[in-house]
């Protein structure tokens, strides 16, 4: 909401959690948030109840991505209503237990603010994952946390597209927020990937806290990169990968491919370039979890976003 004075007022933060295990074997997050729930006096704030919280615990255990089905891709309106019924998938059940805690999403009753985190096999870095570019409390957020951890680099992947956005854990919040730390192999533990993520999460939180305590965020702008296209490994026609990753794109999340510019390499040493028509900002390049997924790489573009000065609302 704008009022008059061209300043979004947006409720207290008061209901926050942070998510560990959305995927089981991503592991610093995992880790930070049995951590947390050890001893929460490093993620307390004044004015602010912040659960850490384990989404998927049975994936947790066998150390693996899931167990029936993707959990990040399990929030849908369908999945949230289905009947409940112990011949349904355990992440779907576990996605409506999810919704009764912490939403119901959509609801007023919805926890304020989630953190999601995860860990990627990409060196994409600390990302930040933004699901709209109209939440400007999350923009706001973005930006602090940015200007915090200058000169170290924290990209915004924001993923608002049409066919390829999907159902987040994180989207029962009224604001949520993704934190993609990488590169970190599946099922291992790098402490450089531990305390970035860390790191990142003591600011946020930060955030919240000034943020309530009633200081106003004054008008900003915010770099994203805007996710755009899926782009699928070369196959053969009984669905198997027949090229590679190619070594001058492997490790090189966020810098410009450009048309021409080598993309993939068959197993007998042929180059496939890009063929698109402008430069674009691949990431998530070579992610493992997503070789089913049927996803090399998602390409996005540069924009800058407007967001508008917030305070909280007066009670
Ligand atoms: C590697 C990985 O799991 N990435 C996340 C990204 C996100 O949280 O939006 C996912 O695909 O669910
Ligand atoms: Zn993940």
């Known amino acids: ?63 693996t991505r899931y167990v029936d089905t993707d959990l990040n891709r399990a929030f849908t309106p369908e999945n949230l209503s289905a009947p409940c019924a112990d011949e349904l998938p355990y992440e779907v059940q576990r996605a409506q237990e999810i919704n009764k805690m912490f939403g119901p999403k959509g609801s007023a009753n919805a926890y304020d603010v989630i953190f999601d985190l995860h860990n ?41 597209h049409p066919l390829l956005k999907y159902s987040t854990s994180r989207s029962v919040a009224k604001h949520p927020i993704g934190l993609e730390v990488g590169p970190q192999p599946q099922g291992v533990l790098r402490s450089n990937i531990f305390e970035s993520m860390r790191a990142i999460m003591k600011h946020a939180l930060d955030f919240i806290e000034l943020f309530n305590n009633g200081v106003e965020f004054p008008p900003c702008s915010v770099d994203v990169f805007r996710v ?53 900002y691949p990431t998530f390049i070579n992610e493992a979890a997503y070789y089913e997924k049927q996803q090399a790489f998602v390409t996005t573009r540069r924009e800058t976003l407007a967001a508008y000065a917030i305070r909280k609302t007066e009670q």
């Open 228 to 280: 755009q296209e899926r782009m699928d490994y070369p196959r053969d026609t009984n669905g198997n990968i027949t090229a590679m990753v190619h070594p001058n794109l492997q490790d090189c999340d966020w810098e410009p491919l450009n048309p021409g510019d080598p993309m993939f390499q068959t197993f007998d040493g042929r180059t496939i370039p890009y063929e698109g028509s402008s430069p674009v």
């Open 1 to 63: 909401m704008t009022s008059r004075c061209g300043v979004c007022c947006y409720n207290e933060a008061k209901r926050v959690a942070i998510f560990g295990g959305t995927h089981g074997n991503e592991m610093s997050g995992i880790m930070l948030v049995n951590m947390w729930s050890k001893n929460e006096a490093e993620i307390q704030r004044s004015g602010v109840m912040t659960k850490p919280f384990i989404t998927n615990p049975r994936a947790v255990e066998k150390c």
């Open 120 to 160: 990627t096999t990409s060196n994409m870095g600390s990302t930040l994952i933004l699901e709209s570019s109209a939440d400007h409390f999350t923009l706001q957020m973005v930006h602090y946390i940015k200007k915090a951890i200058a000169p170290a680099s924290c990209p915004v992947l924001l993923n608002e």
